[in-house]
């Protein structure tokens, strides 16, 4: 098992570009989350989704949008990057939303927006 | 969201034991404690987690106060290793929000 994969690991992007940030499990969890983490500071709840087409928002989900197609992927994309969302970008996932399922982590995206 | 409550920081001396609390006085009956670390340079991961009773596991022992406002993660036996963040959350299975809120977390020095 891969567990859970995050590409790409490291990323710099000007003001104004679009990107996304890829993320797969291969656990078969229904829930996949988003989270970012600034310096020096806790994780903070982007987005989640609790089964393939299903989304719905977290904590910071300004300048965010999330898809889920399928049980495997949920990627995260920035329409037009902003120096504020320059952090560490974790995704996680979890066997089942209605349970008390631990989370399991990628090991983070480094994002830096210009 | 029931919100958690934790030290910005704590110091233990190696292979001694560790009491992490975590205060959470707005809990409701379906709130999960949850417990992550998370190392250096790395994801969080998983550590423990309860309802009611206290719980063991190979890495900790969490005990839950009676009222269930407040929990504390032992580590038995402190090791560098186990020099980290460490995060008490709630997991509420009742509400229908499915949300794991983190907050900022208590960092834990060993010393040698």
């Known amino acids: 098992n891969a567990g859970v994969t995050q590409t790409p690991k490291f990323q710099v992007l000007k003001t104004g570009q679009s990107m996304t940030l890829q993320c797969a499990q291969d656990m078969n969890h229904e829930y996949m989350s988003w989270y970012r983490q600034d310096p020096g500071m806790g994780l903070r709840l982007i987005h989640y989704?609790?089964?393939?087409?299903?989304?719905d928002q977290g904590e910071v989900p300004n300048g965010y949008n999330v898809s889920r197609s399928t049980t495997e992927d949920f990627p995260l994309r920035l329409l037009s990057a902003a120096p504020s969302q320059t952090s560490v970008y974790f995704c996680a996932s979890s066997p089942s939303w209605e349970r008390t399922g631990e989370l399991f982590f990628g090991e983070g995206s480094r994002l830096t927006v210009l | 969201d029931a919100k958690t409550t934790q030290p910005n920081s704590m110091e233990s001396n190696e292979e001694e034991p560790v009491h992490l609390p975590c205060n959470h006085s707005?809990?409701?009956?379906?709130?999960?404690i949850h417990w992550y670390r998370q190392l250096p340079s790395q994801g969080p991961e998983y550590v423990i987690h309860g309802l009611t009773s206290n719980v063991n596991n190979r890495m900790a022992s969490l005990a839950i106060a009676e009222d269930r406002k407040s929990s504390t993660l032992i580590l038995h036996r402190a090791t560098l290793r186990d020099a980290a963040v460490y995060y008490c959350?709630?997991?509420?299975?009742?509400?229908?929000?499915?949300?794991?809120?983190f907050g900022t977390g208590t960092r834990l020095k060993v010393l040698a």
């Open positions: 989704s609790v089964g393939a087409g299903i989304t």
């Open positions: 707005t809990i409701s009956g379906t709130d999960y």
């Open positions: 959350i709630l997991r509420d299975v009742g509400s229908g929000t499915y949300k794991y809120i």
